[in-house]
């Protein structure tokens, strides 16, 4: 078993890394470094434990995967302009991710284009209802996702 701690770095000492610790040893097993600028916001493991995603706080925002056995950075996209709070891969599908926070829940495909593999977001649209914070979310059996808002909606 794995254990992720992402870390928040002060502005002399240069980017933050996430480190991969043996559970329940706590022996560090993998570095992974380049994911952001300052900080972490929040680390998601896929589910067959292969791949880490990560999201990077302010001032970049960006969405990271990767492949931690061998601590290579695969794709690395802005995740949103404002605050990501959460990243979690599909149930259901390796090649798929989601992101909500300040304003948005952001919808994700890993797609194999003529340049390679890149990520592919697209924002969540809720018709009428304002522009909230998606505080958290749920994937549903058949894909499809729930989310909740800061007013409770």
């Given at each position: 078993?794995?254990?992720?701690?992402?870390?928040?770095?002060?502005?002399?000492?240069?980017?933050?890394?996430?480190?991969?610790?043996?559970?329940?040893?706590?022996?560090?097993?993998?570095?992974?470094?380049?994911?952001?600028?300052?900080?972490?916001?929040?680390?998601?493991?896929?589910?067959?434990?292969?791949?880490?995603?990560?999201?990077?706080?302010?001032?970049?925002?960006?969405?990271?995967?990767?492949?931690?056995?061998?601590?290579?950075?695969?794709?690395?996209?802005?995740?949103?302009?404002?605050?990501?709070?959460?990243?979690?891969?599909?149930?259901?599908?390796?090649?798929?991710?989601?992101?909500?926070?300040?304003?948005?829940?952001?919808?994700?495909?890993?797609?194999?284009?003529?340049?390679?593999?890149?990520?592919?977001?697209v924002?969540?649209?809720?018709?009428?209802?304002?522009?909230?914070?998606?505080?958290?979310?749920?994937?549903?059996?058949?894909?499809?996702?729930?989310?909740g808002?800061?007013?409770?909606?």
């Amino acid at each position: 078993s794995l254990l992720a701690v992402a870390e928040r770095a002060a502005p002399s000492t240069g980017a933050p890394a996430v480190y991969l610790y043996e559970w329940p040893g706590l022996c560090v097993r993998r570095v992974l470094r380049g994911g952001t600028e300052r900080s972490f916001a929040h680390l998601a493991f896929s589910p067959d434990g292969s791949r880490l995603a990560t999201v990077g706080a302010a001032p970049d925002f960006l969405l990271a995967v990767w492949d931690w056995s061998s601590e290579r950075l695969l794709l690395k996209a802005k995740a949103f302009a404002q605050d990501v709070f959460t990243v979690r891969f599909s149930q259901s599908d390796a090649g798929r991710l989601t992101t909500s926070g300040t304003g948005h829940i952001r919808f994700w495909r890993m797609a194999q284009t003529f340049t390679g593999l890149k990520l592919q977001g697209v924002i969540g649209k809720f018709g009428r209802v304002d522009l909230s914070d998606v505080t958290a979310f749920a994937e549903m059996p058949d894909g499809k996702v729930v989310s909740g808002s800061e007013a409770g909606r």
